[in-house]
């Protein structure tokens, strides 16, 4: 991406799964980085499937179209299918869905991660009917959907 190009990122850091104070702080550090080489960055405190946050997206949208789409919020029953069909009429470009693959019992995982993974997984595959789509075995996998 160039400079003047534009970034959106949504967290909840004391939603579910989220990283607290510190993540949030590390968070600001990191958009104050990618905007001192030029890029314009927003940072929406709150869950994506809030409708408040979706009207900052669109406000700060405008007519723009998102280029790449990262899905990596809420791991729970429906939750990333549920940011897909609110964010993919955006998109014009590229979805990259993270925790959608169970790494082949590489590492140690809870019940629970898996889970998590098996919940994300899903929602890909229900993401990528009728579209182009990928998976990548990297760590907790990612997937990739484009048109």
Request: proline share 5%.
């Amino acid at each position: 991406m160039k400079p003047g190009g534009l970034l959106i990122s949504i967290d909840a850091p004391d939603g579910p799964g989220g990283g607290g104070a510190r993540a949030w702080d590390d968070l600001q550090d990191s958009a104050k980085i990618v905007r001192d080489r030029g890029f314009r960055v927003h940072v929406i405190e709150g869950l994506s499937s809030s409708p408040e946050v979706m009207e900052r997206v669109r406000d700060i949208l405008g007519e723009r179209k998102i280029n790449i789409l990262v899905i990596d919020g809420d791991h729970g029953p429906g939750a990333a299918y549920a940011d897909w069909t609110r964010f993919s009429p955006l998109l014009d470009g590229l979805g990259i869905w993270h925790d959608c693959g169970v790494p082949n019992g590489l590492y140690d995982l809870s019940t629970e991660s898996i889970e998590c993974m098996r919940w994300t997984r899903a929602g890909f595959d229900c993401a990528a009917v009728g579209h182009c789509f990928a998976t990548l075995q990297d760590d907790f996998g990612t997937g990739l959907i484009w048109s």
